[in-house]
């Protein structure tokens, strides 16, 4: 994973990880509700997820806890996150103000974003009828042939942010996406990947969230990562949700001149406060075109040192994160 570091804050909250039972007795905890709680069991010599889970319900008041991410849930061998899911799901109930969370959050260092062992996480999201943000990170399956990541259509009241981190996010995971009733979504987040590891997703998969009908409340979109980044860029020219977004990312991936062309020549983006375009295989003429369409200070679009790219090569283009 490149550039991908563990938050420090989330849902507006400093992170703060728990520390096992036997590390640092006595030593007061946070609040519940003033900290979002991290959870990792790898690092902790033996300490499995499971006693570590126990751990958490036992010594934090999870009644108040608004904000979790779950770190390295492995200890020898990657293994599947299902058991993760149904110790989240078993155990909802003991989190009535959960409003945001973070499935996976795992850096390069830990497992590479294509080993990440993940699984249908639609139980989770019905599980949590509050819960106002979801970052998901990882699929598996492609390298590892152990089990992927899973979503099937949901409806779901109260998701605001949606974000899904991918080498290679699946066609499928796209559609499902596409296929739910979430009124209030603001923010959508998908990293595409490739196809090496799984991203089979195509302009067509894309459609639902490109229409505008889908998703009413939302005002900022990424479709990034993806090797398919000027047809991606070709099918957002002329999209319907644009109109309303207040954002637009088609960052880290191979966005060139083609998709660039085709954005300028589109529908008006001048509306948009940010047009985040960093990680990309444009000319300078046309990040200059863009800039100047847009104003220098809504458009992140710094030409990245690709050492070995050669512009008459397409092949050696790369997204910011595959493996």
Not at 14 to 33: C, E, M, R, S, Y
Not at 42 to 52: E, H, I, K, S, V
Not at 76 to 84: D, G, I, L, N, R
Not at 151 to 166: A, G, Q
Request: aromatic share 6%.
């Amino acid at each position: 994973m490149t550039d991908i570091e563990h938050p420090e804050t989330f849902h507006g909250l400093p992170v703060h990880t728990l520390p096992g039972p036997d590390q640092a007795p006595g030593t007061p905890l946070p609040d519940a509700g003033s900290v979002a709680w991290r959870l990792e069991s790898a690092w902790q010599d033996d300490l499995t997820f499971g006693p570590l889970w126990q751990h958490f319900l036992d010594t934090v008041d999870t009644t108040r806890v608004k904000a979790l991410l779950i770190g390295a849930w492995w200890q020898q061998e990657y293994e599947s996150f299902a058991p993760v899911v149904d110790l989240l799901v078993g155990h909802a109930d003991r989190f009535p103000a959960l409003r945001a969370l973070f499935l996976a959050d795992v850096v390069s260092e830990e497992c590479e974003v294509s080993w990440l062992e993940m699984c249908d996480i639609t139980p989770v999201v019905e599980a949590f009828g509050e819960l106002e943000e979801l970052t998901v990170r990882g699929c598996g399956e492609q390298v590892t042939d152990g089990p992927s990541l899973g979503l099937r259509p949901v409806r779901h009241k109260s998701l605001k942010s949606l974000r899904f981190e991918s080498g290679g996010l699946p066609s499928d995971i796209v559609r499902a996406i596409g296929a739910s009733e979430l009124p209030a979504l603001e923010r959508l987040e998908l990293w595409l990947g490739v196809t090496e590891y799984g991203g089979d997703t195509t302009v067509e998969d894309l459609a639902p969230l490109l229409s505008g009908a889908t998703f009413p409340a939302l005002r900022h979109l990424g479709l990034q990562n993806s090797e398919i980044q000027d047809e991606i860029a070709a099918a957002v020219a002329s999209a319907p949700v644009v109109a309303r977004l207040e954002s637009l990312s088609l960052a880290m991936g191979t966005l060139g001149d083609e998709g660039a062309e085709a954005l300028l020549a589109g529908q008006p983006l001048t509306h948009l406060t940010s047009l985040d375009l960093h990680h990309h295989y444009m000319s300078d003429s046309l990040v200059d075109r863009l800039r100047n369409l847009l104003g220098p200070d809504r458009v992140n679009g710094e030409i990245d040192e690709v050492e070995y790219w050669d512009p008459e090569e397409d092949d050696d283009r790369y997204v910011a994160v595959s493996e």
